[in-house]
T-cell receptor
Framework: DAKTTQPPSMDCAEGRAANLPCNHSTISGNEYVYWYRQIHSQGPQYIIHGLKNNETNEMASLIITEDRKSSTLILPHATLRDTAVYYCIVRVNFGNEKLTFGTGTRLTIIP | DTAVSQTPKYLVTQMGNDKSIKCEQNLGHDTMYWYKQDSKKFLKIMFSYNNKELIINETVPNRFSPKSPDKAHLNLHINSLELGDSAVYFC??????????????FGEGSRLTVL
């Protein structure tokens, strides 16, 4: 799996959009970008994934650059419950490939 | 209904003991995993099973023995527990076919403390 680079921590004011960047310059053509988050002491939770097009679901939006070497996860209206560690991971989306977690970004939502 | 459930949630035991953690998923997935999260919060994969067969073993000591009686269950047995085994252990499951999204569903974790 390609490696990813994320800032170790970020703050965001409650109600504002949280934009979490991720670099994955060695991503392969068949690898997807996945985002998970881990709220304190809970199991990791899937947020969204994409290949090359921008994606949106009820939780977040994922913007992937045209060269696919970086992406941004957007939480449009951050709430205190969005405080968590956010992991950006690249992998193929089928088969038994393992999900390899990096150190992630610790996002703190400020009241 | 809980999709991936682990028992027990908390386990405190002495060094040298043998303990087991159980995991069950009701999602109909064919692949299950065990991850370990240590005190520094690094999440590392330990094992992966597909349809009861071991497919990933990440250089885990052989004191750790996963067992999959069927594709809905993946239990973790640990022999001769050591202080360094203290961690939170997460079970997860996923579909492995191309029709899936590749999403992993995680349990709530089992916190093991070895004294």
């Amino acid at each position: 799996d390609a490696k990813t680079t994320q800032p170790p921590s970020m703050d965001c004011a409650e109600g504002r959009a949280a934009n979490l960047p991720c670099n994955h310059s060695t991503i392969s053509g068949n690898e997807y970008v996945y985002w998970y988050r881990q709220i304190h002491s809970q199991g990791p939770q899937y947020i969204i994934h994409g290949l090359k097009n921008n994606e949106t679901n009820e939780m977040a939006s994922l913007i992937i650059t045209e060269d696919r070497k970086s992406s941004t996860l957007i939480l449009p209206h951050a709430t205190l419950r969005d405080t968590a560690v956010y992991y950006c991971i690249v992998r193929v989306n089928f088969g038994n490939e393992k999900l390899t977690f990096g150190t992630g970004t610790r996002l703190t939502i400020i009241p | 209904d809980t999709a991936v459930s682990q028992t027990p949630k908390y386990l405190v035991t002495q060094m040298g003991n043998d303990k087991s953690i159980k995991c069950e998923q009701n999602l109909g997935h064919d692949t299950m995993y065990w991850y370990k999260q240590d005190s520094k919060k690094f999440l590392k994969i330990m094992f992966s099973y597909n349809n009861k067969e071991l497919i990933i073993n990440e250089t885990v000591p052989n004191r750790f023995s996963p067992k999959s009686p069927d594709k809905a269950h993946l239990n973790l047995h640990i022999n001769s527990l050591e202080l360094g085994d203290s961690a939170v252990y997460f079970c997860a499951s996923s579909r492995s076919d191309r029709g899936g999204t590749g999403e992993l569903f995680f349990g709530e974790g089992s916190r093991l403390t070895v004294l």
